[in-house]
């Protein structure tokens, strides 16, 4: 399985979810919009930070959400490899092992668009 399928699949799960619990979802949703304006950090910037700490909590599915995000922002590889180098440097080894992952999906999603 790829991991643009394995995006495409929780995609899915949330379409599902936000089906059940409409209420949640979206007020999970109105939080990740209301940091999404520029400010004293641009959106690129909190995405790098969101990628930090989805690779520190080891949550496969937040690496794929904040990476396809920084794709589209135009995040270069240089720039997530030092946000990783940083992940590596505050988690450890599951950081490594995570790092790993994200630089993966940094990839293969770079080179979807």
């Keep these: 399985m790829t991991w643009t399928n394995k995006l495409n699949d929780t995609k899915a799960q949330l379409k599902q979810l936000g089906a059940m619990i409409p209420d949640t979802v979206a007020g999970f949703g109105a939080i990740g919009k209301s940091v999404k304006k520029d400010a004293a950090l641009t959106f690129k910037e909190k995405e790098y930070v969101a990628l930090g700490i989805a690779v520190a909590t080891r949550c496969e599915p937040c690496i794929l959400f904040h990476t396809e995000a920084l794709v589209r922002l135009g995040a ?11 992940c590596i440097q505050m988690a450890g080894g599951p950081g490594l092992m995570y790092s790993g992952k994200a630089l993966e999906v940094f990839d293969e999603l770079s080179a979807k668009s």
Aim: aromatic fraction near 0%; proline fraction near 0%.
């Design 76 to 86: 270069t590889r240089e720039e997530v490899s030092e946000v990783l180098a940083t």
